[in-house]
């Protein structure tokens, strides 16, 4: 067990699953930049890693942001950086041993550079058993925050650089609201706007909501000037993101909640809207009315089923049955034309069962995903899942994973080539870096489509005949002069 430094605050997941009645705070002047950090980044460099989900992308964007007010320039190198920054994922294990792989090879630059800042970020910081390591194993790291404490990088930073002290400042706590931090989007015509933060489900296999803390939504005005603002600077797509999108405004006692932030989003007529994540039990009927009332509400879901066994789904604390799954899936697929659905799915949960795995085989030919990510379980260290007995044999769980990915791949293909010879809507995302003529980008139910093209641009929406489908793309022709 490491001692405790002064000034260190070092996570504690007790802490972080506790939940009170209490009112998120929302502020909307806490971030600044003390003047003494202002010119900390002028002729420096910083390298900064995103791993995991799309909030840890988001959030990424925000350290750009605060970088780059610092005035540090970004380098895609970290043998020339100066401070170098991974902004971690500890949904899977695999995840977290590629990041610590990554910092075991910069310990020869530290070595080499004396005044280099290493620092870790994100979910990770927030496990217990992590930062212990970093303290012990990976000492060559000194800087380590978490998910809560963003805002206070030039401060970290400041310390770091000038004081040369290790420093670690992770809050375990529900967490607040933070508007006025800066950002640096990394797209120019997609971009993501943050809704809500954390998570209150407490899946029993699931460290998000010990990383990320409670269900706290921004106020539907600061989302909705968000919007306005990227669809004024040209952005043609937004995604709004939170661990459980349908979860937004309950907190704040708004009255339709998320299916009503969704129509407000649609009226401000931006070309394309998407969100991520739903959990099917706060999937509402209103939600699904809205979607299909409205045509830049993009036809497509992801909604996690995790297990085909209402049993399994049980012990992972999922608060719905698979019968429910079911009629919700049927309800959206009725009600919203074109309408396309992705999942996740989980292998080898402790006890699952040959039978209850062919549970899951039924859902995926109930269902016909056109599209799933399929994984073997992974406990995490302090979920109730990781104190259950791991019994399934890891042979039985790969031969499970191989049996799955074979049976979904032929839907998602069956999918793809009932697309063959249709015309479809296509934002580009913008040219191969081999060839210059040849394009790609994503139709409203996010299928990846592949073309050739001249004279068009990243961002503009083009019509492309599908000619071709396979299992994970789509290939067209431009057939029509592109909507600018």
Known sequence: MIKKQPGWVLPDLREAQKRTHQDSKIEKALFSIPVQCQDLGRGKYYYLRTYGCQANERDSETLAGIFEALQFQPVSDPAKADVILMNTCAVRKNAEDKVLGEIGHFKQLAEQNKDLVIGLCGCMAQEESIVQALLTTYRHVNLIFGTHNLHRLPELLYKVMITKEKCV??????????????????????????????????????????????????????????????????????????????????????????????????????????????????????????????????????????????????????????????????????????????????????????????????????????????????????????????NVAMDVKQKRLARLNERWNQYA????????????????????????????????????VNFEANGIHSGDIVNVRITQARTWSLHGELVEEKDK
């Open 169 to 390: 400042e992770v809050y375990s706590k529900e967490g607040d609201v933070i508007e006025n931090l800066p950002v640096r989007r990394f797209g120019k015509h997609k971009a993501w706007v943050n809704i809500m933060y954390g998570c209150d489900k407490f899946c029993t296999y699931c460290i998000v909501p010990y990383t990320r803390g409670k269900e706290r939504s921004r106020q539907m005005e600061d989302i909705l000037e968000e919007v306005r603002t990227l669809k004024e600077e040209g952005y043609r797509e937004i995604t709004l993101l939170g661990q459980n999108v349908n979860a937004y405004g309950k907190d704040l006692g708004i009255e339709g909640g998320f299916a009503k932030l969704l129509e407000e989003t649609a009226k401000t007529g931006i070309d394309r809207i998407r969100f991520t994540t739903s959990h099917p039990w706060d999937f509402s009927d209103a939600m699904i009315e809205v979607i299909a009332a409205y045509d830049n509400i993009m036809p497509f879901i992801h909604l996690p089923v995790q297990s085909g066994d209402s049993d399994i789904l049980r012990i992972m604390g999922r608060r719905y049955t698979i019968e429910d799954y079911k009629r919700l899936f049927d309800k959206i697929m009725a009600k919203i034309p074109n309408c396309a659905v992705s999942t996740d799915i989980i292998v080898g949960f402790p006890n699952e069962t040959d039978e209850q795995f062919e549970h899951t085989m039924d859902i995926v030919d109930h269902c016909k995903f056109d599209n799933a990510f399929t994984f073997i379980y992974s406990p995490r260290e302090g979920t109730p899942a990781a104190r259950m007995d791991d």
């Open 413 to 448: 293909l069956e999918k793809n080539k009932a697309y063959e010879g249709r015309v479809v809507q296509v934002l580009v995302d913008g040219p191969s870096k081999k060839n210059e003529s040849a394009y790609s980008g994503y139709t409203d139910t996010n299928k990846l």
